[in-house]
């Protein structure tokens, strides 16, 4: 039943895309492309939420005569995808939600009202498939809706550029995906994924199928070194879709990851973790780095993205790692720790994109420093963005904290894996999640404080109003949520137990009857976590101060200059800017990107003003991607010429084909 209803769930969501083309510019088509869309994805979220707390139950699949004729389309919700959809219904509800007040700002509605429907019903089938022929198309569906909602400001230069990236990373990773399949049904091309459970792929294969997986599902969630489409695609949609793509999407690729490479393929090698906790951490840090380097408000979350879904990965090799040695409870705290990232990524970066949405129908721009003293001028937003940047710099007592808490409590387990690449490689891999850690902070000091205290910046920032109640309203719903779920972790940590008994064979205990609400993720005596009593503890220290305060302090008003830090300049161009602020750790990483700082400073007497530049590059871009790019354009400029050929040498082309393929068959043994 839960898949049935799924399935018209993503039906309806496909029939709203239909009426959204019809409706067109109607000044009533936002509101009710939008609102169907929450309606139908709480609906969803509700079917999924019921099915994960039911644990592992009974199968629960569809087939339909569709698809290929001797196959059929498979559709089945297990506990792995039921939580996925969860993930994926949640954020489509709260974007949804948003969008109500944010999308009346848009300027050609019509280029996002019929395939935002259609992109929430892409993901939707993703999750249900149940064959590699269902999930492709799906897949494929799920990509070509993002690039039309990718281009819907297709005028822009940057972001046509963007969406060119975009279509063609996804279609490389659409074709690895497509080669894994082929690999995984084998000889006797059986499609369905139960079937494909059943071959028993020989060791070579089965490293393969990995290498595929990481490049197809990779690709799409922006794993180094492919993550070059990620921080153009996603600061070029409109904010609700960007927060779609960076918090949603993104984990779609993560649920390909998990099915192919944990439930699929079956027995793994203890040496597939190396790979993919390298690659998780290279990720994470590099992500975080090429962040703080940004000025554009989307670009920096878009690459803080990029560093969480390394995070992810780091969980999902520690679970690959302890899989392969038989440590069931320590594979099944690192699979929960992967998922509840997850999910909480999916909150606070919805919540961060959709601030920044608002910064922007606020003041028309995303440029931190254009920006500052919002606080002031949108003190509703400031404070949601505000519980967004904690969460996402891993703070107490919010949500991020107790993912990143219980990754490292993983890591910690290492010693018992009898391998030494990994007793060495994992301990190197938590020492690059702490830097990350301490970067992500330090982003995210910098983007709040740039962005909304101080002094404004520009007259836009100085005139900025607060905006409206429906954004106001999932931003709110969403920082509700990021503390529920950092001072109540057990409840999910329970829900997830299902999911990892299915993909690791063994569950984390049993949290919800621990005294106080308290998590333990291996024995209490090892180590724990209170959420409930963090939080308390904080409100009841800030209250009390804040008492002591009003009470027991001098009531007279004083007024006084403000702390000028030394300059007594009253223009603004004397605050720190977001490029001054990460000057520090610029020149320490330098070498990562190859930077070079320029500073023209005229004579005495010369009334030319002092110059300051920087020039970032992106040594992935400039080493992999930009060789391939020109490759590629100076063979197509020469195969140009085969267009103005005459009639005769179009004919002696096909016909040297011809013997030529006759030939082949002729020698073929």
């Given at each position: 039943m839960?898949?049935?209803?799924?399935?018209?769930?993503?039906?309806?969501?496909?029939?709203?895309?239909?009426?959204?083309?019809?409706?067109?510019?109607?000044?009533?088509?936002?509101?009710?492309?939008y609102g169907a869309c929450a309606a139908i994805s709480a609906c969803i979220l509700v079917v999924a939420i019921v099915r994960l707390l039911a644990g592992p139950g009974t199968v629960d699949a569809v087939t339909l005569p569709l698809g290929i004729p001797w196959l059929g389309a498979h559709f089945r919700v297990d506990a792995l995808s039921a939580f996925f959809l969860v993930v994926v219904n949640l954020g489509g509800f709260a974007a949804s939600l948003y969008a109500i007040g944010y999308g009346r700002h848009e300027d050609e509605p019509q280029r996002v009202l019929p395939f935002y429907p259609a992109f929430l019903a892409g993901m939707n089938l993703v999750l249900l498939a149940d064959d590699a022929f269902?999930?492709?198309?799906?897949?494929?569906?799920?990509?070509?809706?993002?690039?039309?909602?990718?281009?819907?400001?297709?005028r822009d230069p940057e972001n046509a550029r963007a969406g060119y990236v975009y279509i063609v990373m996804a279609s490389a990773g659409t074709m690895a995906l497509l080669l894994c399949?082929?690999?995984?049904?084998?000889?006797?091309?059986g499609y369905a994924f139960g079937d494909i459970r059943l071959n028993a792929l020989s060791p070579e294969m089965a490293a393969a199928v990995l290498g595929l997986a990481i490049l197809g599902a990779g690709s799409k969630a922006g794993i180094v070194p492919l993550h070059a489409w990620l921080p153009l695609a996603h600061p070029a949609a409109p904010s609700h879709v960007s927060a779609l793509l960076s918090g949603v999407m993104t984990k779609v690729a993560v649920y390909a990851f998990i099915r192919i490479v944990f439930d699929l393929v079956g027995t793994t090698s203890w040496w597939?973790?190396?790979?993919?906790?390298?690659?998780?951490?290279?990720?994470?840090?590099l992500g975080i780095l090429y962040a703080l380097m940004q000025t554009d408000l989307k670009r920096v979350l878009a690459y803080s993205t990029i560093e969480n879904i390394g995070l992810i990965f780091v969980g999902l090799g520690l679970a690959l790692a302890f899989r392969a040695n038989g440590m069931a409870s320590a594979a099944a705290l690192a699979m929960t720790a992967a998922l509840f990232h997850v999910l909480n990524h999916a909150a606070f970066k919805s919540l961060l994109f959709f601030g920044a949405g608002a910064v922007l129908t606020a003041t028309g721009t995303r440029q931190m420093d254009r920006l500052g003293g919002l606080i002031h001028r949108m003190p509703r937003t400031a404070f949601a963005v505000l519980a967004g940047c904690v969460a996402i710099s891993a703070l107490p007592p919010l949500n991020g904290f107790v993912s990143e808490w219980l990754t490292f409590q993983a890591v910690l387990l290492s010693p018992d894996l009898p391998q030494w690449d990994l007793k060495i490689i994992v301990p190197a891999v938590g020492a690059m999640l702490a830097l990350s850690a301490a970067l992500a902070a330090a982003c995210f000091v910098r983007l709040y404080g740039v962005s909304f205290l101080g002094r404004p910046r520009s007259p836009a920032a100085a005139e900025a109003r607060e905006v409206d109640r429906w954004s106001l309203g999932a931003m709110f719903g969403l920082a509700a949520l990021c503390?529920?779920?950092?001072?109540?972790?057990?409840?999910?940590?329970?829900?997830?137990?299902?999911?990892?008994?299915?993909?690791?064979?063994g569950r984390m205990p049993a949290q919800a009857a621990i005294p106080w609400l308290s998590i333990v993720p291996v024995a209490e005596s090892r180590s724990s976590y209170n959420g409930l009593l963090v939080f308390a503890f904080i409100a009841a220290s800030a209250g009390i101060a804040a008492l002591a305060i009003h009470r027991l302090a001098s009531n007279r008003l004083r007024r006084a200059p403000a702390w000028d830090c030394g300059f007594p300049d009253p223009s603004v161009v004397t605050q720190y800017t977001a490029e001054s602020f990460s000057q520090p750790l610029r020149r320490v990483f330098g070498v990562v990107f190859r930077v070079r700082e320029r500073v023209d400073m005229?004579?005495?007497?010369?009334?030319?003003?002092?110059v300051f530049a920087v020039d970032l590059h992106d040594r992935i871009w400039d080493g992999l991607y930009q060789p391939v790019a020109t490759g590629v354009n100076r063979i197509a400029d020469r195969m140009n010429r085969f267009q103005f050929l005459t009639i005769r040498r179009y004919l002696t082309l096909v016909f040297a084909a011809l013997v030529t393929l006759l030939l082949v068959l002729a020698v073929w043994p």
């Open positions: 839960p898949t049935l209803l799924a399935l018209y769930g993503t039906a309806a969501l496909l029939a709203v895309s239909v009426l959204a083309v019809f409706l067109g510019r109607r000044h009533a088509a936002t509101p009710i492309v269902t999930f492709l198309f799906a897949w494929e569906s799920m990509s070509l809706a993002s690039w039309a909602l990718v281009m819907t400001h297709h399949f082929g690999l995984l049904a084998g000889p006797a091309g597939w973790a190396t790979l993919v906790l390298a690659l998780g951490a290279a990720t994470a840090v503390l529920a779920l950092g001072i109540l972790p057990g409840f999910v940590i329970d829900a997830l137990s299902p999911v990892t008994a299915a993909m690791v064979g005229p004579a005495p007497g010369d009334m030319r003003p002092a």
